[in-house]
């Protein structure tokens, strides 16, 4: 797992971390939960159909964060 950041806000330890396929289904089910919610802040939930499509966008992000990483 790659952690991007971490913090703590009070007793909690906070870990902003860059997805992994494993973790496509459930972040596909927060998706769905809360579609309407987000889609408010994010307009790319629309895209997000099905785990497969959340596998593909969290290996398009990976491939772009390391393309971005490779130039600088």
Known sequence: MFV??????GQQMIKLV???????EELFE?????RK???EWMPWTKNVKSKK?????????REK????????
Request: charged fraction near 20%; aromatic fraction near 14%.
């Open 4 to 9: 991007l950041s971490s913090f703590q806000i």
């Open 53 to 61: 499509d959340e596998i593909e966008f969290i290996n398009y992000a």
């Open 18 to 24: 860059f997805p992994e396929e494993k973790q496509a």
């Open 30 to 34: 927060i998706i769905e939960t809360d």
């Open 37 to 39: 919610a987000l889609s």
């Open 65 to 72: 964060m390391l393309n971005i990483s490779c130039w600088n």
